[in-house]
């Protein structure tokens, strides 16, 4: 699970992703502050880890030169492709990760640091098989290319795969709330 992480937008809009991300740190972080319970910190830690992976690997994904291949099948794919994963957006991913862990130091030390990791790497790899399997992908018939959007060119776009209502941010909640799940199990694990 190593090889790479995600590319999957066709290069423009990354606003939209902040939504359902935010929205699953924020209430992770009341919950905190509320209950005071260290799991919860770290699930919060986590579930931005893997927001953040996310976000740097599609952008190097994205930048990069090399031909990602898709997670499922490793078959090679164009850049941008859902599901598509490459060295180099792996690699961000984790160093998106671990900038994370490491702005968390003061309040969770190396454990912070680890769970960063590991939540990047699990949450954009969920992501990356969200983005092959289900996720919506669809032809625009006005200039032939594959696109997550249903609308393209002005015009409605058919759908190639996946199910219609499983889009980009369904697919980055998931991938957050994995984070988040494998930050407090992370946590578990070293009490
Ligand atoms: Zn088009």
Not at 47 to 60: C, H, K, L, P, Q
Not at 116 to 137: K, P, R
């Amino acid at each position: 699970m190593k090889r790479g992480l995600t590319s999957k937008r066709q290069g423009s809009g990354t606003s939209r992703r902040c939504s359902p991300t935010g929205g699953v740190a924020g209430v992770l972080l009341l919950c905190w502050f509320w209950f005071q319970w260290p799991a919860l910190y770290f699930a919060y830690v986590g579930s931005v880890a893997a927001a953040n992976a996310d976000t740097w690997g599609t952008e190097a994904g994205l930048l990069s030169s090399g031909q990602p291949r898709l997670i499922t099948t490793l078959h090679r794919v164009e850049r941008g492709r859902s599901g598509g994963i490459s060295p180099v957006g792996t690699a961000a991913g984790l160093l998106g990760a671990l900038v994370i862990g490491v702005s968390a130091f003061p309040w969770s030390s190396g454990s912070g640091v680890l769970v960063s990791g590991v939540s990047g790497i699990m949450g954009t790899c969920v992501d990356s098989l969200v983005g092959a399997t289900l996720q919506g992908e669809f032809r625009c018939g006005r200039c032939g290319r594959l696109t997550e959007r249903r609308v393209h060119c002005g015009h409605q776009a058919v759908l190639e795969k996946g199910l219609i209502w499983v889009g980009n941010d369904l697919t980055n909640l998931l991938c957050t709330l994995t984070g988040s799940v494998i930050g407090w199990l992370v946590f578990g694990f070293m009490q």
